[in-house]
Every structure is written in structure tokens, then in C-alpha cells.
């Protein structure tokens, strides 16, 4: 108790505090204590679907939740390493770490990691390759984020055919898409519900809105609930990370 009380004043101090929702040790939830943590993959070979706005957003809900969570970047243009950065730059607290590893060797170090955290969250890269692959013999649930619109959901169609041909040797890989960018107000049209329900794998309930709080906090380094606390869009990132932690109990 005492080593963490002097430790959080000394980060205090230092300007690289948890912010206040992070839970210290002490009162984290019950966690996965002795095994290894889950891997969560968000991958789509579209560009500008959402892999790192829902990676950097899913992972910050786990972590404010207590969770050790590690976020590994595997888009070789480094999207979420430049959020962390913008993060530092800003004095914002470190809410988990954010490391680059666009390698093919992926699927080896991510169990490693794993076995130091709770969930570990892969960006995804932008293209069907080696990498989406390795990615997908770690991962335990895959999520693709996908624009409510056909034409994006059959844009997503070698993910899909990737995912498929994984679960022939990994048949315990879960898959779900996530609708992001859903214009606020408006339920999905009918064409994006058929193309999605033509798919192997079912879309979460839990939706993800357009809205501007997504793109500004990215691009400020925060989070949208960082941003504006209780917002609608904090709503649906809690709601999203519930759906996830269901899918991998
Ligand atoms: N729900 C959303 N609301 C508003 N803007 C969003 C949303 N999701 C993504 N964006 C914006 O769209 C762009 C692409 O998103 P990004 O997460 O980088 O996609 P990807 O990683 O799949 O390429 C970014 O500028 C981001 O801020
Ligand atoms: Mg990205």
C-alpha cells in the first residue's frame, strides 16, 4: 500500500499520473489473474474504417476499468503510436502502453505479451497480408469495423475469407463486425443490414455513432470520454467494450 501511495505521488509529481478513473492494484476488479489475457484484433483492410479509433478507444474503456491492457500497433504507419505520443506531448496520463510491432512475427509475441496483461488490442493493418494474418493466429476475438453501408460491409469480403480460412485451425477465433460511423439519428439502411446479414460472422448491437469527439480527441492524443465525460459517444465505447468482454467470457 505504502510503496503504491509514495509511487503515485512520485508519478504525481513527475507529471505521468494515471488519470483519476484508473484504478491502482489495489482495487482493481476481479481480473484474469493467472492466465493469460485476451487478444482482441481490429482488423479491416479498408482504410479510415475505424481499426484505430475503436482499438485506442476499446482499450482506454478496459484500462479506466482497471485492466492491464496493451495495445499493440500493427499498422506499419503507426496511427496509435502517434496518439500515444500526441498524449505525452500533452501531459496527458499514460492509460496503457502503446507499442509498435508491424512484424509478421506478431502471432508469436502476442501471446507473450498477453501473459503480462488482460487484454492485449491490435490496430490492424491496412492491407490483407502477412500481417492481418499473423494477427489473426493470435487473436481470440476479431472485430471489423465497418461503415453502415453495403458497399463497406462487401469491401470487407477478404477479411472475411481470411477469418475464414483461420477458423479451420483455430475454430475457438471469434468474429464480429462493428458499425462505426453511423449517422447519429438514423437507424442502418436496409441494403447495409442485407449485405451484413449475408455474412458469416453477426455485427455487435452495440454501434459505434459519427461523431466529432472521435476524430478530435484522436487527433488530440485523448480519448472521447477524456474529452467530454458521460458524452454519447463515451456511452457507446462502454457499451462496446461490455459487448467485447461478453463475446470472451
Ligand atoms: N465514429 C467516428 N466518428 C467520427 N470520425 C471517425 C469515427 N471513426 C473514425 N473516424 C475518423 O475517420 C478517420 C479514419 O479512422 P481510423 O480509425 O484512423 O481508421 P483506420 O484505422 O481503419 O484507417 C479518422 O480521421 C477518424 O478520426
Ligand atoms: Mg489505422
Redesign the pocket.
Given at each position: 500500500m505504502e510503496v503504491t501511495r509514495a509511487r503515485t505521488e512520485a508519478a504525481q509529481k513527475s507529471g505521468t499520473a494515471l488519470p483519476e478513473a484508473v484504478r491502482t492494484p489495489e482495487n482493481r476488479l476481479p481480473g484474469r489473474q493467472g492466465q493469460p489475457g485476451k487478444v482482441i484484433a481490429l482488423l479491416?483492410q479498408?482504410?479510415?474504417?475505424?481499426?484505430?479509433?475503436?482499438a485506442t478507444h476499446l482499450a482506454g474503456e478496459l484500462a479506466m476499468a482497471g485492466s492491464r491492457v496493451t495495445l499493440l500497433d500493427a499498422?506499419p504507419q503507426g496511427?496509435a503510436l502517434d496518439w500515444a505520443q500526441r498524449r505525452l506531448q500533452n501531459g496527458q496520463g499514460r492509460l496503457y502502453g502503446v507499442f509498435g510491432l508491424a512484424r509478421d512475427s506478431l502471432h508469436q509475441e502476442a501471446p507473450q505479451i498477453a501473459l503480462e496483461a488482460d487484454y492485449v488490442v491490435i490496430?490492424g493493418p491496412?492491407r490483407v497480408a502477412a500481417l492481418a494474418r499473423s494477427a489473426l493466429l493470435a487473436a481470440d476475438l476479431v472485430l471489423i469495423?465497418v461503415q453502415p453501408s453495403a458497399y463497406d460491409v462487401w469491401a470487407s469480403h477478404e477479411m472475411v475469407a481470411l477469418i475464414a480460412e483461420a477458423r479451420v485451425f483455430r475454430p475457438q477465433l471469434r468474429a464480429a463486425f462493428v458499425i462505426?460511423?453511423r449517422v447519429v439519428g438514423t437507424v442502418i439502411g436496409r441494403e447495409a443490414r442485407a449485405a451484413l446479414a449475408d455474412q458469416p460472422f453477426a455485427a455487435l448491437q452495440a454501434e459505434?455513432?459519427?461523431?466529432?469527439v472521435?476524430?478530435d480527441s484522436?487527433?488530440a492524443g485523448r480519448l472521447a470520454c477524456e474529452a467530454a465525460p458521460k458524452c454519447a459517444a463515451a456511452r457507446e465505447i462502454a457499451a462496446l467494450a461490455q459487448a467485447v468482454q461478453e463475446m470472451l467470457r
Open positions: 479491416n479498408k482504410g479510415g474504417a475505424g481499426k484505430t479509433t475503436l499498422d496511427s490496430d491496412p469495423p462505426n460511423r459505434v455513432s459519427q461523431r466529432i472521435f476524430a484522436v487527433a
